[in-house]
């Protein structure tokens, strides 16, 4: 019999119940008093989110749409723009800076690890001129599960006047950010990740200070212009046709994850990582990355050279209905990558680490069956007991 399905990829997520129940209403004007109300409540909730009481803009689009409409608006053809990059979307956010005329110098920091606050403090000084604009860093890099430590790269920068602009696409809620506390000028977030909802939706918080740049900036843009998304949001509308299924379905994302509390929410990913990393370790497999910069919303496992990460992929979808994701580029067949972010339930963790254990049994890996399972139980329990105390 073919079990349900088990979504672990890290994008799109699982849509709990109330979500999908919640989109599941009929039309209403877009134009009228209730989609107002609606619009209000959504974008104080995303607010709280980023921890912030600056500018916030919901576009229909994906992250990447919500990136580009970050360059469009904040940095002008022809600036300097250093980009931090850690994996395929830190390149991609450099690419789509370039795209749009900046003159775009990238640090690449290796697959698996995260940007140094070091290397990068050393560089920034290094510009006396005050020539770069713009930095562009991602929070969490899901093609190789780090995380960058933002709070203190973002203090490493100091009083250097360039934007400090985010990718946390698939950081926000599933890691700790605070937007105004730490001094961050855009941030940049998606659905389909840790909010819970399917994909077409991206937000852009951004600092009155990047609003100051944004109107003296010389950029193409019309789709993504801020300043035709602030006009109509004054009046509780959105500039084009809005997706009105995808705002009742963060109304209630958001609902749920204010029931649960914030600090819960980001507790129970930390949890989450800790049970995949321990299990994977207790059978003897290797992550990819590195303790200090391991990610809350997906784990990296390095899949042994005999099997090869795609065999293990295809075993568990033909015969547990197990999605995972794989390795990206020069990582295809080498790694493959359990997400673990939004509405992925303990349970889930736990069966999609027991179905591992049978799969890499099944292809005479040597492994004493229960020994991962049994360290990501013992982590569960802990936490439950913590829970209570």
């Known amino acids: 019999m073919k079990s349900a399905q088990y979504l672990l990829i890290p994008g799109p997520t699982p849509i709990p119940l109330r979500v999908a129940r919640a989109m599941d209403r009929p039309m209403i004007n877009h134009r009228g008093p209730e989609f107002r109300a609606i619009v209000e409540e959504v974008l104080g909730g995303v607010k709280r989110i980023c921890r912030t009481q600056e500018n916030l803009l919901i576009y229909p689009a994906s992250g990447t749409g919500g990136l580009e409409a970050a360059v469009a608006n904040f940095i002008a053809p022809g600036e300097k723009v250093l980009a931090v990059s850690i994996g395929v979307f830190g390149d991609r956010f450099a690419e789509i800076a370039s795209r749009f005329g900046a003159r775009t110098e990238k640090m690449d920091f290796p697959w698996g690890s995260g940007a140094d606050p070091d290397q990068i403090r050393d560089r920034i000084n290094k510009d006396k001129k005050g020539e770069i604009k713009a930095i562009l860093i991602t929070h969490n890099e899901t093609s190789t599960g780090a995380c960058n430590d933002i709070k203190a790269i973002r203090a490493a920068v100091g009083h250097h006047p360039a934007l400090f602009m985010v990718d946390s696409v698939s950081g926000l809620a599933a890691h700790e950010l605070r937007m105004d506390e730490w001094g961050l000028d855009v941030v940049v977030s998606g659905s389909q990740k840790a909010f819970m909802i399917p994909p077409g939706l991206s937000f852009m918080a951004f600092s009155h200070r990047a609003l100051t740049k944004q109107h003296n900036t010389q950029n193409s843009r019309y789709y993504w212009d801020v300043n035709i998304g602030l006009e109509y949001q004054q009046s509780g509308q959105t500039p084009f046709t809005p997706p009105i299924s995808l705002y009742y379905g ?82 295809d067949n080498k790694i493959f990558r359990l997400g673990h972010l939004g509405y992925v339930r303990e349970l889930d963790i736990i069966s999609v680490l027991a179905a591992l254990e049978l799969t890499l049994v099944k292809f005479h890996y040597d492994l004493h069956m229960g020994s991962g399972l049994n360290q990501a139980q013992q982590i569960l329990f802990k936490y439950h007991i913590s829970k209570k105390e």
């Open 250 to 331: 963060l109304q209630e994302a958001l609902k749920m994850l204010e029931e649960e509390g914030l600090e819960h929410v980001l507790k129970r990913h930390r949890n989450y990582r800790e049970m995949v990393r321990s299990s994977i370790n207790a059978m003897g497999l290797e992550l990819f990355t590195e303790e200090r910069f391991a990610s809350n919303a997906v784990t990296s496992i390095c899949a042994p050279a005999s099997i090869g990460a795609n065999a293990i992929r295809k075993y568990m979808l033909d015969e547990f209905n197990i999605i995972l994701a794989g390795g990206q580029q020069e990582l």
